[in-house]
Every structure is written in C-alpha cells, then in structure tokens.
C-alpha cells in the first residue's frame, strides 16, 4: 500500500489515521510494540523494497540490480536531504549510527590538550569514543553541567565552558537512550556558530520523532540511524556533513576509492561530496529500505508525529504515575517518547521476560549505559518503554496495566 496524504488529513490539522497506519505494519498483528527506541516496526513498503531488491539481486545479479535501481539509490539521498532540511550531498550513508559518528569523529585531526565538550547524558558509545580518543591522543573532555533539577544541560554554563576552552569539538546527543530528556541542540547551536565551534549532533533517538532541522540547530555534523523512529531496517543510518565542513577539506581516516579518486600515483582527490564518508561497498537492499523509510516518515509528516508519539510517551508516564513500586525517571519540560521505569522487587531480566511472555516489546537500560544519569538516579537498571505513532491509547492502557500488575508482584 503506498499512502497518501489525503489519508491521514482530516480538517485543517493533519490527523493520523492509525487504524491505515498499523493496516500498513504487519507487527502490530502479532506484538504490542514498546520498544521503537530500540527499532521501529517497518512499514510493508519497506519491508517490500527490500526484499525486492533481494530477489532482484538473486536474478540478475548484485551489480546489475544496484545499475538496475541507481535512481532509486539517489533518492535515498534526496530524500534524507528534505527530512533533515540541507541538500544530497551533504548526506552519507552510513551502517549504524555509531559508524556514522566514528567516521566523523576520524576527521578531526586531535591534539594532545585538544577538548571535546559534550554533556553527562551523550549516548555511550560516544563516550567510550571519547575516552578512546583520550587515551590515543591525550584530547580532554569536559562534561558541561546539568541544570540542579535535572532538566538537561546548562546552556549557559556550556556557553561558558566553550569560552574559556575553545573546544575543538561540541558534541550533543539530542535525545539519550537512557531517559526521555530532550537537549536544547539548537540553542547551544547558536553558541557554537557564534564562537565559530564544531558542532556535532547525535539525533538518533530524535530523527522520526521530530522534525530535525539541520539548518535550525547550526550542526556541522550529524548522525542518525534508519531503524528506530525512522522505521528503515536493521543495519543502517546516516551522516549529514555541512558545506562548511566539507569546503574545509575534512574527511575520514580511512577514505577509499568511493570517497576519493586516486588521481595519480602519489595523490588523491576526496569527492566533493559527503559521500567521501561512505565506502564503496553497500547494502543496496538496505539503503533503498531506507529511501523508502524516510519516504514514509515525509508522508506521515514529521509535525503530526512529534505531536502525537511523545504523547502516548506522556500517557503511559501519566498511568504509571502512583503505581506502588514503579517510579518514572525521566526529566525536563517535554520528554520524548522513551518512558524510563524502575520497578521495586524486580530483577531487570526476568522482569523485561514476564512483559515478552505477554508480548509486550521493551527494553532495558543498565547503569554502563549511563553512567552519569543512573548515578544520580541511584538506579543501577530500567525498563524502557518506547512508543511510535502507530501504537493505541489501548495499548499504552494494557502496557501500564501489566506494568502495574507485575509491581504488585515483586512486592509481595
Ligand atoms: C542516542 C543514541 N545514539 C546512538 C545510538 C547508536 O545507534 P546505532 O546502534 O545505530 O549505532 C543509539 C542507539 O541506541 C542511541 O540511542
């Protein structure tokens, strides 16, 4: 089925017409599912892309069906573009998020005493990254403060912090996989601009919950992965490189003959692109399973979905809030869609198996994912529970009341 538009507008506000939307998502026949932080259910047109591709491949073979499917493959990039507001080319591919930042990450020349400012709550792969990159290079990170309530990062503090450091580099996870705080990226953008300071953007957790702008927030740099809000398959993500960026020359570590040309024996020339941040092999089936994803997330409408997926986030908050035993964690004044719980006399793993034994999706988070945040939490695990668009009010209703039933449980 492909969608219209007309389908999901109603009067003059847009409406999603859920019932067409969970028609169009073969998983909701089978689960109710919580966990879309960790990976989306995909639609039928993107599991259809891919496999078709598949079965193109098996018949006329891996390089004549990515020639075959080459203005398909562009649109990956046309498409990203207009989601995150820039052009194609400043779009690269990219297998995970994670290879998308680390990519990025390669193109900064650190020195010893080089600092990278970032926040307690950046996603932890990136700290390990920094951390990796201390040990390596001697690069200092500083971590800027949150704000006594623990609402997020303080701005202004951060503001100060990349006065008096001139980071080399200012990092910030838009929205961490550990609570459902929400960063105020764009601005502490206005701060980097304003003292001329690269600014890279984790919106892992953020890119099809929100309309992410890439203009708005002032990044150079910014990774997303296709298979959570997003809804792509498994193995895929993207990285967006700004004019900026790319006149200066950067480019990662490890470029190959997709990002550069060898233009003589001694020298290379890196495309002018943000393809000089890809490789030349690629999961064609993948990367048209998210053309189709973003195409999608476009038709749905980024607004009509920040409206209603944080939402249910809220619902479910709402009925957990006074369940003996269960305390919500997460802060700020609008969270997103990622409702973190702790639940008295429980362990996390058996807890997280009596939700699938009722086929509820969820997913854990441990201290080592957070160290920061859990620790002034004082919680060494939570339970997840992310909902999309598609899920139903019922759903949060039956999530919140298995939630509620299991507490009962662990206290007795
Ligand atoms: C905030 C955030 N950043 C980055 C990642 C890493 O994404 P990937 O697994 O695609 O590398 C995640 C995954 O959960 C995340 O939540």
Same mark, same amino acid.
């Given at each position: 089925m492909t969608i219209q538009n007309s389908a999901f507008a109603v009067g003059?506000?847009p409406l999603l017409d859920i019932a067409a939307l969970r028609a169009d998502t073969p998983g909701c026949a089978s689960v109710v599912h919580?966990?879309n932080?960790?990976c989306g259910l995909m639609p039928r047109p993107v599991l259809r892309t891919v496999v078709e591709h598949l079965e193109l ?12 499917r080459?203005a398909e493959t562009?649109d990956f990039?046309a498409a990203t573009?207009r989601l ?19 990519? /990025?990450?390669? &193109? ?23 951390? &990796? ?17 623990? !609402?997020? =990062? ?17 990092? =910030?996870?838009? =929205? ?29 957790? !953020?890119?099809g919950q ?16 296709c298979r959570k809000f997003l809804r792509g398959p498994r193995?895929s993500?993207?990285?967006?490189? &700004?004019?900026? @960026? ?16 060898? =233009? ?21 089936a993948t990367v048209l399973g998210c053309a189709a994803a973003v195409r999608y997330a476009l038709e749905v409408g980024q607004d009509a979905v920040?409206?209603r997926t944080?939402?249910l986030?809220? %619902?479910?908050?709402?009925?957990? /809030? ?16 990622? @409702? ?24 854990? !988070? ?19 529970? !992310?909902p999309h668009y598609y899920n139903t009010?019922d759903e ?9 039933? %299991? ?6």
């Amino acid at each position: 089925m492909t969608i219209q538009n007309s389908a999901f507008a109603v009067g003059p506000e847009p409406l999603l017409d859920i019932a067409a939307l969970r028609a169009d998502t073969p998983g909701c026949a089978s689960v109710v599912h919580l966990n879309n932080a960790g990976c989306g259910l995909m639609p039928r047109p993107v599991l259809r892309t891919v496999v078709e591709h598949l079965e193109l491949e098996a018949a006329t073979g891996g390089y004549e069906a990515a020639a075959a499917r080459a203005a398909e493959t562009a649109d990956f990039y046309a498409a990203t573009a207009r989601l995150l507001n820039t052009r194609p080319g400043n779009i690269a591919f990219a297998a995970s998020a994670t290879h998308a930042y680390t990519k /990025a990450l390669s &193109s900064f020349d650190f020195r010893p005493g080089d600092t990278v400012l970032t926040t307690r709550n950046d996603f932890v792969s990136n700290q390990i990254a920094f951390l &990796s990159l201390r040990r390596r290079h001697g690069v200092r990170i500083v971590h800027a403060p949150d704000r006594p309530d623990g !609402s997020g =990062v303080d701005v202004d503090a951060m503001a100060a912090l990349m006065r008096a450091h001139r980071p080399r580099l200012v990092a =910030v996870t838009h =929205v961490p996989t550990n609570s459902g705080l929400v960063q105020p990226v764009a601005e502490i953008g206005r701060h980097c601009r304003e003292l001329g300071l690269l600014y890279l953007v984790d919106a892992c957790q !953020s890119v099809g919950q929100y309309p992410v702008d890439v203009a708005e927030i002032g990044c150079d740099l910014l990774t997303a992965t296709c298979r959570k809000f997003l809804r792509g398959p498994r193995g895929s993500g993207f990285l967006y490189v &700004s004019d900026r @960026v790319l006149q200066a020359g950067a480019e990662p570590l490890y470029i190959d003959m997709h990002g550069a040309r060898w =233009v003589a024996p001694g020298h290379y020339r890196p495309v002018p692109s943000a393809a000089r941040f890809e490789e030349w092999e690629f999961p064609y089936a993948t990367v048209l399973g998210c053309a189709a994803a973003v195409r999608y997330a476009l038709e749905v409408g980024q607004d009509a979905v920040a409206r209603r997926t944080p939402a249910l986030g809220a %619902l479910l908050r709402e009925r957990l /809030a006074g369940v003996p035993g269960v305390r919500t964690l997460d802060r700020g004044p609008a969270p997103a869609a990622l @409702v973190t719980v702790t639940v008295d006399g429980w362990e996390p793993l058996p807890f997280k198996a009596a939700l699938d034994r009722r086929r509820i999706n969820s997913a854990l !988070s441990f201290r080592e994912f957070a160290q920061f945040d859990f620790r002034d939490k004082e919680v060494e695990w939570c339970l997840r529970l !992310s909902p999309h668009y598609y899920n139903t009010e019922d759903e949060v209703a039956e999530v919140a009341a298995a939630v509620a039933e %299991l507490a009962a449980e662990g206290r007795r």
